[in-house]
């Protein structure tokens, strides 16, 4: 079955400091791939996405993203962190492509920002 | 553009009382839409999704159930709410044979019951 794996539950990294959340998944082919960020009681915003081409994505917020199809990773990255990027992020894959698009969500990274 | 909105934002239940949920999107036609329950340290569950009026498809067994009475308009019901139904429920839509399966989030309705 596919799975999406984000192995640290919670990071906590200094304000300016660079950040990389980590995210594996299994599936067969390559799938569609995605980071949502979500602020305490709020819904998911969409950071990037991932569907072909360049393996390397950008996003909002100054975040980007790499797919290594040989480590079957997509590990979320920004160079400088600012205390307002505290907050929780999800990896998600989309393992059929197709219109009924159904995503499958890892459990999530707690981002702490220190001062 | 298109919004989602949601209503109530939030909500006290006691065990054994009805609910509904309800989610509406604007700026776009015949979109798929998706109710997921957010409990926390698990993640995201998908509860239901429904390609158009009158489709639900339901990914969880469980006392809730999903109707779509409109193009935009997706509702989130139980008629005898559980302890464990507790959470935080987001409503999501994405575009209709688009194939990218990008999804867009409600700003969600937190939901305790007693």
């Known amino acids: 079955a596919q799975s999406v794996t984000q192995p640290d539950i919670h990071i906590t990294v200094s304000e300016g400091a660079s950040l990389e959340l980590r995210c594996n998944y299994s599936y067969g082919a390559t799938p569609y791939l995605f980071w949502y960020v979500q602020s305490p009681g709020q819904g998911l915003q969409l950071l990037l996405k991932?569907?072909?081409?360049?393996?390397l994505v950008q996003g909002i917020k100054g975040f980007e993203a790499e797919f290594k199809r040989s480590q079957s990773s997509f590990n979320l990255r920004k160079p400088s962190v600012h205390w307002s990027d505290a907050a929780e992020y999800f990896c998600?894959?989309?393992?059929?492509?197709?219109?009924?698009?159904?995503?499958?969500f890892g459990k999530g990274t707690k981002l702490s920002v220190k001062p | 553009s298109q919004t989602i909105h949601q209503w109530p934002a939030t909500l006290v239940q006691p065990v054994g009382s009805p609910l509904s949920l309800e989610c509406t999107v604007e700026g776009t036609s015949n979109p798929n839409l998706y109710w997921y329950r957010q409990a926390a340290g698990r993640g995201l569950q998908l509860l239901f999704y429904?390609?158009?009026?009158?489709?639900i498809s339901s990914e969880v067994p469980q006392n809730l159930s999903a109707s779509r009475p409109q193009d935009r308009q997706f509702i989130l019901s139980s008629k005898k709410l559980l302890l464990s139904d507790s959470g935080f429920y987001l409503c999501?839509?994405?575009?209709?044979?688009?194939?990218?399966?990008?999804?867009?989030f409600g700003p969600g309705t937190r939901l305790t019951v007693l």
């Open positions: 998600a894959v989309a393992p059929y492509g197709g219109s009924q698009g159904n995503l499958i």
């Open positions: 991932y569907f072909s081409g360049d393996t």
């Open positions: 999501a839509w994405s575009v209709a044979g688009s194939g990218t399966d990008t999804q867009y």
């Open positions: 429904s390609v158009g009026i009158g489709q």
